[in-house]
């Protein structure tokens, strides 16, 4: 009879400790509004964390310093329509041994300047600015992309990180919960009333749940080492479950009032291919002007020495120089040909790549709504199964008051229902992610 006012004395004790708000919860300040569907919301820690990604992760940190490589680049292509000013100082010593005169020796320095200025190259200057600017967009945007990308995976790692260390607690609940079964076994076979078996497959559930809690808290850390090293984060992670997202799981009206397709999609993707098409364009200028004559503004100052008519003597000018430079290809072998045509057939590969990126989109978009609405199912049947186990584990626990089930099989159906709400977490978790890429396709504001 001990033995079962103990157990009792333990369901009462999880009952009124219910699992679904474990220890050391945090409230968010301020009440949650129900159309707030992202995990930062219900989480400040995570808020955080993508708060300071920007500036420590190093994966941004590389990716930045392509945008100013491309920045870079783009100077150096702009610099090609400017002006080019070079300036020179000649100093030497002259030895000069002319005929009927004596040996003459003498220091001279001499100073020149000059300066170059494309005037007209049929624009393909300018097109190479532009392709220049374009892979800087590029570069730009594919650094917001990658941000947006990793702050996702951020979100979704640290929902794993909340799960992974709510089920810690929960085995950590579930080995106390064998441990003290086996106290109890121990007991009931002081008494006489249970065999030495009984005792003994007892012990091995408590051993069992030890290995799994190990494995779990291995798993657990080593998930937290990999997520430090991607977000640089400096801080120390609780990682504690907090009431409101429980509320959210609970409560909230999942795949409600959902943004419609409205036609405008915006992917990383198609602006690139929108991009690269625009810079084939610029290829093809650069390739018509091949064969066309270029004119450049020149101009120079520089001094000589000219010996005179007359004598056997010399004399420094002061030399300027102003006038207009035309070059002119007149055959290359069709190699400016041959670089338009490339530019054209990329051009056409690139259109019809647009097309089809955008029709996979559509489809894309239209799976993610299903797949939300499937989410939205999914969560609303795990909450009927939280019911379903609290009702049977209520039912169980009277069972397991008047002596007409077992320890052993009064404890499944504890761990049934610490299971049950994991999975309605993780299936909400679930719902945030995927989520969360639906609105970065439409282009919507992700709260």
């Given at each position: 009879m001990f033995c079962y006012l103990f157990f009792l004395f333990v369901a009462a004790a999880f009952t009124l400790s219910p699992i679904n708000a474990v220890e050391q919860t945090e409230d968010v300040d301020g009440a949650i509004p129900s159309y707030a569907e992202t995990a930062e919301v219900f989480f400040p820690e995570l808020q955080e964390v993508l708060t300071r990604v920007e500036g420590k992760a190093p994966l941004l940190q590389?990716?930045?310093?392509?945008?100013?490589?491309?920045?870079?680049?783009?100077?150096?292509?702009?610099?090609?329509?400017?002006?080019?000013?070079?300036?020179g100082l000649n100093g030497h010593s002259l030895h000069e041994d002319r005929p009927n005169t004596n040996y003459n020796q003498q220091y001279r320095f001499m100073a020149s300047a000059y300066v170059h200025k494309p005037l007209y190259h049929w624009g393909a200057l300018q097109s190479e600015s532009q392709i220049a600017e374009i892979e800087e967009k590029s570069s730009s945007a594919s650094y917001e992309d990658l941000l947006n990308k990793l702050s996702d995976r951020i979100r979704s790692d640290y929902l794993s990180l909340i799960l992974s260390t709510y089920g810690m607690n929960l085995a950590q609940r579930s080995l106390k919960l064998v441990q003290s079964n086996a106290d109890g076994v121990?007991?009931?076979?002081?008494?006489?009333?249970?065999?030495?078996?009984?005792?003994?497959?007892?012990?091995?559930?408590?051993?069992?749940?030890?290995?799994?809690?190990?494995?779990v808290e291995r798993k657990l850390n080593q998930s937290k080492l990999i997520f430090i090293e991607e977000t640089g984060f400096d801080g120390n992670l609780s990682l504690s479950m907090t009431n409101s997202f429980i509320e959210f799981s609970e409560n909230h009206a999942?795949?409600?009032?959902?943004?419609?397709?409205?036609?405008?999609?915006s992917s990383i993707g198609l602006e690139a291919i929108g991009r690269a098409i625009e810079m084939e364009n610029n290829h093809i200028v650069i390739a018509?002007?091949?064969?066309?004559?270029?004119?450049?503004?020149v101009g120079g100052f520089y001094q000589d020495r000219v010996d005179l008519h007359d004598s056997t003597s010399s004399i420094e000018r002061n030399n300027v120089i102003v006038g207009l430079e035309a070059n002119w290809s007149f055959f290359d072998s069709s190699y400016s040909r041959g670089k338009k045509r490339t530019a054209l057939a990329r051009k056409r590969r690139y259109e019809m790549q647009l097309d089809r990126e955008t029709r996979r989109l559509r489809m894309e978009v239209k799976n993610l709504r299903d797949h939300l609405i499937t989410l939205g199912r999914i969560i609303e049947s795990s909450r009927q199964l939280v019911d379903a186990a609290e009702d049977r584990f209520e039912k169980s626990q009277i069972e397991f008051d008047g002596n007409r089930i077992t320890p052993e099989i009064f404890f499944t159906y504890r761990l049934a229902l610490?299971?049950?709400?994991?999975?309605?977490?993780?299936?909400?978790?679930?719902?945030?992610?995927?989520?969360?890429?639906?609105?970065?396709?439409?282009?919507a504001d992700s709260e």
């Open positions: 590389e990716e930045n310093e392509k945008v100013n490589e491309a920045t870079a680049n783009r100077i150096v292509a702009d610099s090609k329509r400017g002006f080019r000013i070079s300036v121990a007991e009931r076979l002081r008494l006489g009333l249970v065999t030495e078996l009984a005792l003994s497959e007892a012990k091995t559930a408590v051993l069992q749940q030890r290995i799994k809690l190990a494995e999942f795949a409600q009032n959902l943004p419609l397709d409205t036609g405008v999609i018509e002007s091949g064969l066309r004559p270029k004119l450049n503004v610490d299971q049950s709400r994991l999975s309605l977490l993780t299936s909400v978790a679930n719902y945030l992610n995927v989520r969360s890429q639906y609105m970065y396709i439409l282009g």
